[in-house]
């Protein structure tokens, strides 16, 4: 059995502040895109785990892993499972890629095993597997919240174009949060986003960009600030760093600028990717 384990961007990131417990509260407007990786799973005599990258763990460390680990501690799973995992979305690139594979095998092992799970249920799974997991699970347009738990969705039909660049470094989501320094941290509307994504407001949504992890994340990875440099020159209307980074977007209504845009960052041996957000 397959299910496509999708990426997301964040439109708009506040790290609204720094828990007692060590976590940051956060305030999110995260979509899903039309980017995935391809996770296989069928009943097996154990489990194992075959994957298209060989710099990626096979054991516990790995996303999948752990989620399948998670559901058979919790509902007394005696099955295994054979798993193949085609990877497409990069690492360390704040596009979620190892929470949207987990995501897909707690899916998929939901539908296989017939738990008949529903959405609450699977976000407390999710949680207990990693921050982006919830919303993974959910795939729908969301204003987040918490440390990633609380989702709230939203209707929205956006008209634009995304060009996704990561440059070869990437970042390290610890990193990037340990760096923070709230005595100067941008904190954006993402209220304002949400509107904005609901009335069909380009220019909404191009004035409320923001990501309080941009800052710290430039730099760590200084070659972020190029990649947003020249999609801006390039003429993109709106430019922002995904995540924790390193991956930045451009967004435009003009398809043909996207198409230039991707072959002329690659060139410069970039990642590139073309996508939409999902509706």
Same mark, same amino acid.
């Given at each position: 059995?397959?299910?496509?384990?999708?990426?997301?961007?964040?439109?708009?990131?506040?790290?609204?502040?720094?828990?007692?417990?060590?976590?940051?509260?956060?305030?999110?407007?995260?979509?899903?895109?039309?980017?995935?990786?391809?996770?296989?799973?069928?009943?097996?005599?154990?489990?194992?785990?075959?994957?298209?990258?060989?710099?990626?763990?096979?054991?516990?460390?790995?996303?999948?892993?752990?989620?399948?680990? =998670?559901?058979?501690?919790?509902?007394?799973?005696? *099955?295994?499972?054979?798993?193949?995992?085609?990877?497409?979305?990069?690492?360390?690139?704040?596009?979620?890629?190892?929470?949207?594979?987990?995501?897909?095998?707690?899916?998929?092992?939901?539908?296989?095993?017939?738990?008949?799970?529903?959405?609450?249920?699977?976000? *407390?799974?999710?949680?207990?597997?990693?921050?982006?997991?919830?919303?993974?699970?959910?795939?729908?347009?969301?204003? =987040?919240?918490?440390?990633?738990?609380?989702?709230?969705?939203?209707?929205?039909?956006?008209?634009?174009?995304?060009?996704?660049?990561?440059?070869?470094?990437?970042?390290?989501?610890?990193?990037?949060?340990?760096?923070?320094?709230?005595?100067?941290?941008?904190?954006?509307?993402?209220?304002?986003?949400?509107?904005?994504?609901?009335?069909?407001?380009?220019?909404?949504?191009?004035?409320?960009?923001?990501?309080?992890? *941009?800052?710290?994340?430039?730099?760590?990875?200084?070659?972020?600030?190029?990649?947003?440099?020249?999609?801006?020159?390039?003429?993109?209307?709106?430019?922002?760093?995904?995540?924790?980074?390193?991956?930045?977007?451009?967004?435009?209504?003009?398809?043909?600028?996207?198409?230039?845009?991707? *072959?002329?960052?690659?060139?410069?041996?970039?990642?590139?990717?073309?996508?939409?957000?999902?509706?």
């Amino acid at each position: 059995m397959k299910d496509r384990a999708f990426a997301k961007i964040n439109l708009c990131l506040d790290v609204v502040r720094k828990r007692e417990d060590g976590y940051h509260e956060l305030k999110m407007i995260m979509v899903p895109i039309d980017f995935y990786d391809v996770l296989e799973m069928n009943f097996a005599q154990e489990t194992s785990m075959k994957l298209n990258r060989a710099y990626l763990p096979v054991n516990e460390k790995n996303t999948v892993i752990k989620a399948i680990q =998670v559901m058979k501690d919790t509902y007394h799973l005696e *099955e295994n499972f054979a798993c193949v995992l085609q990877k497409t979305i990069p690492t360390q690139a704040g596009l979620a890629g190892g929470s949207a594979d987990a995501a897909a095998a707690i899916r998929l092992i939901n539908r296989m095993c017939r738990l008949h799970l529903n959405d609450e249920t699977m976000i *407390e799974l999710g949680r207990q597997v990693g921050a982006d997991v919830p919303f993974c699970l959910i795939n729908r347009p969301a204003l =987040v919240g918490g440390i990633g738990e609380e989702i709230s969705t939203f209707e929205c039909h956006p008209d634009f174009e995304l060009l996704l660049v990561k440059p070869r470094r990437g970042v390290s989501t610890k990193a990037a949060f340990g760096a923070l320094d709230f005595d100067h941290i941008e904190h954006p509307d993402c209220e304002a986003m949400r509107t904005a994504l609901i009335n069909q407001d380009y220019g909404g949504v191009i004035h409320s960009l923001g990501n309080s992890l *941009e800052a710290v994340s430039l730099k760590l990875v200084p070659e972020i600030r190029q990649v947003k440099q020249e999609l801006v020159e390039l003429g993109f209307d709106g430019v922002l760093m995904s995540g924790s980074g390193s991956t930045v977007f451009g967004i435009t209504k003009d398809r043909s600028l996207v198409t230039h845009g991707a *072959e002329v960052m690659k060139h410069q041996g970039n990642f590139v990717r073309t996508t939409r957000i999902m509706r």
